[in-house]
């Protein structure tokens, strides 16, 4: 059984950079035509895809805030990172991270607020 977890700080200031690790357990991050998203859902909002990376380890990023979003892995520790430079209030969500074949695995996800 896959199983994720997102972990990270809970508040972050302004200006400063976000980071978030999802750990996948139970299964290997290069399963061949996996793919690991991170989404999240602002408060009173609707899902939003932030980014992903694939089996490959080819990345793909919202151009909504692709300037600003950078998604890496560690093979060896079975990790997805992800790191959203310049955050503002605006970022303040539950961060989710998803994947597998299509979004089959989910984490249970995080909040992230941000603020001073």
């Known amino acids: 059984q896959v199983q994720l977890q997102e972990s990270g700080p809970g508040l972050v200031k302004p200006s400063q950079t976000l980071s978030l690790v999802c750990t996948v357990s139970g299964g290997s991050i290069t399963t061949n035509l996996y793919y690991w998203n991170w989404m999240r859902q602002p408060p009173g909002k609707g899902l939003e895809w932030v980014g992903a990376?694939?089996?490959?380890?080819?990345?793909y990023y919202n151009p909504s805030h692709q300037s600003r979003i950078s998604i890496s892995r560690d093979v060896s520790k079975n990790h997805i990172t992800l790191q959203l430079s310049s955050v503002t209030p605006n970022d303040t969500a539950v961060y989710y991270c998803?994947?597998?074949?299509?979004?089959?695995?989910w984490g249970q996800g995080t909040q992230v607020t941000v603020s001073s």
């Open positions: 998803t994947g597998g074949s299509g979004y089959a695995y």
């Open positions: 990376i694939a089996y490959s380890g080819q990345t």
